[in-house]
Antibody, heavy 116, light 106 residues
Framework: QVQLQESGPGLVKPSETLSLTCSVS????????WVWIRQPPGKGLERVAI??????TYNPSLKSRVTMSVDTSENQFSLKLTSVTAADTAVYYC???????????WGQGTTVTVSS | DIQMTQSPSTLSASIGDRVTITCRAS??????LAWYQQKPGKAPKLLIY???TLERGVPSRFSGSGSGTEFTLTITSLQPDDFATYYC????????FGQGTKVEIK
């Protein structure tokens, strides 16, 4: 059974870079989609980035600041978001999307607060 | 991006009620539509995918329907565990979510 676990700093200063990692157990990054989703406090869900067989797509509103990378040898994928502001404060989730079956597996989420 | 509009934003209901949530897409999404349930402090949980296919382990009181641009999540006989926020999501063209519907106790 696939399990996901996010990790990274819970507090990031404004203008700095947010870095998160999602560790995958029980599954391979060479198939399916691997996703970062975020949820600002009290708000809805927002797609951040999607990885699919070597191709990565980003939310256009974040595209200039976000990078998703995949390390198949370590079976993990990462997110970097540069020049953060308070608007980037959110719970960040990683998830696995099986083709046609949507996101059935999610990490527990990690809260990132942008504050000085 | 395809816009997903859910209604209502909040719904007050009692145990045993039949509840319906609607999700409209700004264009056809070829039935690539999912529904998630989220409780406070928890990750979303997949309930339904491909409009009407129930995820393994999800109670049969949940059902999905619709086509084209209009879709519905129905909960027959609302149970205490069902009070939560529900999101629709299209995964036809990149992915976008509805803004959520909070089901609260009447």
């Amino acid at each position: 059974q696939v399990q996901l676990q996010e990790s990274g700093p819970g507090l990031v200063k404004p203008s700095e870079t947010l870095s998160l990692t999602c560790s995958v157990s029980g599954g391979s990054l060479s198939s399916d989609y691997w996703v970062w989703i975020r949820q600002p406090p009290g708000k809805g869900l927002e797609r951040v980035a999607i990885y699919d067989s070597g191709r990565t797509t980003y939310n256009p509103s974040l595209k200039s600041r976000v990078t998703m990378s995949v390390d198949t040898s370590e079976n993990q994928f990462s997110l970097k978001l540069t020049s953060v502001t308070a608007a980037d404060t959110a719970v960040y989730y990683c998830a696995r999307h099986v083709y046609g079956r949507a996101m059935a597996v999610w990490g527990q989420g990690t809260t990132v607060t942008v504050s000085s | 991006d395809i816009q997903m509009t859910q209604s209502p934003s909040t719904l007050s209901a009692s145990i045993g009620d039949r509840v319906t949530i609607t999700c409209r897409a700004s264009q056809s999404i070829n039935n690539w539509l999912a529904w998630y349930q989220q409780k406070p402090g928890k990750a979303p949980k997949l309930l339904i995918y491909k409009v009407s296919t129930l995820e393994r382990g999800v109670p049969s009181r949940f059902s999905g329907s619709g086509s084209g641009t209009e879709f519905t999540l129905t909960i027959t006989s609302l149970q205490p565990d069902d009070f939560a926020t529900y999101y629709c999501q299209q995964y036809d063209n990149y992915w976008t979510f509805g803004q959520g519907t909070k089901v609260e106790i009447k």
